[in-house]
């Protein structure tokens, strides 16, 4: 299971300023943003492909959450006013030593662009997607993405580490 980090940090922080109805977070490891997302909607729902993650979650967090163990936001077809999720994006070479808790894909970006492919049809017209991306992947296939989507992204929260710079982008329909 992914130990809540940096990168959870600064999605919790940037969630805490969205309120609604419904909302979804792909891969929810330990569950820190299903917490601050339960606070602000009524339906909040999770997935994750470990099904370790989404047992320790059942234990942990309230019981009116729903867990689904399924690809991305494969299982709903539901609308819903936010979709957030912190992927993992470090870049791997040898698809063998992919550990999908962390590593993104050969370009690190792949998992963030399959992410968000699954969830458009999800969300609701005046939605807000929000995503965490790091200097240490290739956004160049993101930006094609937001464009071919007709869908637009706005910087809302970046952290400087020393090794990279972390960034939530909110992306929604033109
Ligand atoms: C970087 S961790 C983030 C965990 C948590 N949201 C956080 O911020 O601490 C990425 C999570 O995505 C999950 N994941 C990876 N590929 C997935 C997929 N195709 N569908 C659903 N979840 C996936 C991993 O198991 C992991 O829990």
């Keep these: 299971m992914y130990l809540p980090s940096d990168d959870t940090f600064l999605l919790a922080e ?27 909607y009524k339906i909040v729902v999770g997935t994750d492909l470990d099904i370790g993650s989404l047992l320790y979650c059942k234990e942990n967090l309230s019981n009116d959450l729903i867990l ?20 993992p994006y ?6 063998e030593k992919k550990d999908s808790a962390i590593h993104g894909g ?3 970006m792949e998992t ?4 968000i492919n699954s969830a458009i049809s999800l969300l609701d017209a005046g939605g807000k997607m929000l995503i965490v991306t790091s200097s240490l992947s290739y ?13 637009k992204s706005r910087e809302i929260r970046e952290a400087k580490l020393f090794f990279e ?10």
């Design 165 to 174: 710079t972390l960034t939530v982008f909110e992306i929604s329909f033109k």
């Design 139 to 151: 956004s160049t296939k993101l930006d094609e993405l937001i464009l071919q989507n007709k869908l």
């Design 14 to 40: 940037s969630v805490k300023c969205y309120k609604g109805k419904s909302a979804l977070e792909i891969g929810v490891g330990s569950g820190t943003i299903l917490k601050v997302l339960h606070e602000n």
């Design 68 to 87: 689904a163990c399924c690809d991305a936001s494969s299982t709903f077809r539901y609308r819903f006013d936010l979709i957030v999720f912190n992927p």
């Design 90 to 95: 470090l870049p791997v070479d040898d698809n």
């Design 112 to 115: 963030t662009l399959h992410f």
């Design 106 to 108: 050969p370009c690190g």
